[in-house]
């Protein structure tokens, strides 16, 4: 149960960082020119966002207190029914739905199950049913199979496969980026040599299938529940909860972890202290609750839509829909404005995370995740087969007009501008299914092995934390190369560590592929066995163990 005290002061810190945002505005100024502007609309969409979290939260937290005398106004100027109870039985009376709809609210759904587990609350239960047992004769009762249960399971396994995902991605970033952060793309954009070699195209590769489809699945997922949530704990729990766990976490790094984390990189690059805020990874814990705030208010007003899951050719049509609303975004946008806001690009945001997100919603209202993973058995196989021939498609497209395991490869017909502006949407829906149905199929045991479980409840830690010790871990690296009589020189500032070889000339040397791969293989192992267990421990501490 959220602590009102917590959540008020997550509330007031949002108008203390909107106050931050405002003030970077001011100093910033609003004359139109270029990234300065692009700056200052940033801020200036900030504060306004903090404010208006920050009124939303503190609003919840005095609800108690101004309730009685809201009711009490509604009562002498209307008779008709108010309180909660009187509103869900005229719902309830209703008979003009199909029977399947009028008995979605009234079983213990999927998506309601998974939520209490979520949130501790199915971890009681357990414990109450397990008690209950025991004090049950063994031969008065058999032992009932518990299917629900194994049947929520996979969701969790699929979230710990996304972090290490992301983590890895950021790992991997620090060696190879097409916006030129990593040591192999600084390298070569200085020397204006070709490093196409199998790294590269890898690397390549594997941000093009895997960038499109993360964050919407993690939005997905998210939204899925938030109907089941939202009716079995009330308007005000859910809003606060959302304010603290989310709220709580994407200031903790805004405000504090991202700005020490830019502070020591900045300084190794410029030999200057600065503390700014940076939102970097939390981002997304941004958006996710916007939109989940924005949902809970605007349903107490609007009736539920009762549709049941479209088949699975018009959910390919909705990928293909949001490919055009990509592409229409991605010309329409200007570059300097894509990340307004903290949005992690706006073409991303408008035409991919966003639908995802309300698909979720629909789809937890509805039931959906049944008809997922009950889905024909031919339809299951077609949607496999066309993300390894999108994964072809795509292992086309990056080998072009590179060398290949010595084999010089020329164009092959795939346009990069209709290609990166038309594959993302029509490819994120048939992946995000098809990981769904994987995942139910084969990552569904229950109970959860140790490791399992253990990374289960530190993920969310992970994700919020993460990105420092991935920078540290590839100081690390950069230490043994100097060790080793290498000369390492660091870069800019940022979030992320950019670092290069000096050669003799004095110019970015183009590492081996030693050097890349085995870089790439320490950073990652040892990313991944410090930043796990780091997160569990930290999201135990006095507070943090209420947000994280």
Wanted: neutral net charge; hydrophobic residues 45%.
């Amino acid at each position: 149960m959220t602590s009102n005290w917590l959540a008020a002061c997550v509330s007031l810190l949002f108008f203390v960082e909107a106050g931050w945002r405002f003030y970077t505005s001011v100093k910033l100024g609003s004359s139109v020119e270029g990234s300065n502007y692009s700056n200052y609309v940033d801020a200036v969409f900030n504060g306004v966002n903090f404010v208006a979290l920050g009124s939303i939260g503190l609003g919840f937290v005095a609800w108690p207190a101004v309730e009685p005398f809201t009711r009490r106004l509604k009562e002498r100027t209307s008779t008709e029914p108010t309180t909660t109870e009187e509103r869900a039985e005229v719902v309830v009376s209703k008979t003009s739905l199909p029977k399947s709809f009028r008995t979605i609210r009234s079983r213990k759904s999927l998506s309601r199950r998974y939520a209490q587990m979520e949130e501790g609350e199915d971890d009681a239960q357990d414990r109450a049913e397990a008690s209950a047992r025991a004090m049950t004769p063994a031969g008065d009762a058999p032992e009932q199979p518990r299917k629900e249960k194994k049947i929520l399971m996979f969701l969790t396994n699929l979230k710990v496969t996304l972090i290490i995902g992301v983590v890895t991605y950021h790992v991997l970033e620090e060696f190879y980026n097409p916006e030129v952060a990593g040591v192999a793309q600084v390298s070569s954009m200085v020397r204006h040599e070709d490093t196409s070699r199998f790294f590269y195209n890898f690397t390549s590769w594997l941000e093009t299938v895997c960038q499109p489809f993360g964050m919407g699945l993690f939005l997905f997922i998210s939204a899925y529940f938030c109907p089941a949530s939202l009716d079995r704990k009330g308007l005000r729990s859910f809003v606060l909860d959302k304010i603290v766990r989310l709220g709580g976490a994407f200031i903790l790094y805004s405000a504090l972890l991202g700005p020490l984390n830019q502070m020591w990189i900045t300084y190794l690059g410029t030999k200057q202290i600065e503390y700014t805020y940076d939102p970097d990874i939390v981002w997304f814990v941004l958006w996710l609750m916007n939109w989940t705030i924005v949902y809970a208010i605007v349903a107490q007003y609007v009736p539920a839509i009762k549709v049941g899951l479209p088949h699975a050719f018009v959910l390919l049509l909705a990928g293909a829909a949001m490919s055009g609303a990509y592409y229409g975004l991605s010309l329409g946008i200007p570059r300097l404005f894509m990340r307004t806001g903290g949005m992690e690009y706006w073409n991303y945001g408008l035409a991919i995370y966003m639908p995802m997100f309300f698909a979720g919603i629909l789809g937890g209202r509805n039931d959906w995740m049944t008809g997922l993973v009950e889905m024909e058995r031919w339809l299951v196989w077609l949607l496999r087969v066309l993300v390894v021939a999108a994964w072809a498609v795509a292992g086309v497209y990056c080998s072009q007009n590179t060398e290949l395991f010595g084999l010089q490869i020329g164009s092959l017909g795939l346009d990069p501008t209709y290609f990166q502006l038309l594959f993302p949407g029509v490819y994120s829906v048939p992946i995000s299914i098809a990981l769904i149905q994987i995942y139910h199929e084969f990552c569904n045991g229950t109970p959860q092995n140790k490791v399992m479980a253990f990374m289960s409840n530190a993920s969310y830690a992970v994700y919020v934390t993460h990105k420092i010790p991935v920078n540290v871990v590839v100081l690390t690296f950069t230490q043994i190369l100097e060790a080793s009589g290498k000369t390492v020189l660091f870069m800019g500032s940022g979030h992320s560590l950019m670092w290069f070889l000096k050669s003799s000339d004095g110019l970015p040397d183009i590492p081996s592929s030693a050097i890349i791969w085995g870089g790439f293989i320490f950073c990652f192992a040892l990313t991944q066995l410090v930043a796990w267990p780091l997160a569990f421990y930290f999201r135990k501490l006095p507070i943090l163990n209420q947000i994280l």
